[in-house]
């Protein structure tokens, strides 16, 4: 008989920072039902703000925001935490493959449910990800 397998749930703080506070909040209680802790930020400078602050295993940044774009804020965040991968999130689908080089991972907003737990998985290395009424 096989040894049982046990999945720990996916662990880890992922800051997600995007100017749609609806964005942010369907994010974050899609996220954190899967055992993740989540910051929200509106804005770039206020995620480098918080990503100066605390312990960040992912961010997860919009592509179009006033202030500073997801790329702007992708080069400071590497300049911050070179560790943490980044995804991009974006309902756009036309994204410059040079703003695509400033990041690890892409993913369509339209996607969210059912590319970003497998992409945060593969780029911070939480392995299996349990099964979700989300994953219809």
Partial sequence: MPPSVHLE????VVLCIDDN????????????SFGYTVLTARSGSR??????LQSIDVVIVDYFMPEMNGQEVAIEMR???PQAPIIMLSAARD??????????AF????????????TIAQLHGCGSIPP???DA
Avoid: N
């Fill in 9 to 12: 749930p996916p662990s880890g």
């Fill in 21 to 32: 506070q609806d964005v942010l909040e369907c994010e974050k209680t899609f996220l954190e």
């Fill in 47 to 52: 995620g480098l703000e918080l990503a100066s």
């Fill in 79 to 81: 300049r911050l935490m």
């Fill in 95 to 104: 994204i410059p493959e040079q703003v695509l080089k400033s990041v690890d």
């Fill in 107 to 118: 993913v369509a907003k339209d996607r969210l449910a059912s590319q970003l737990l497998s």
């Fill in 132 to 134: 979700h009424p989300y």
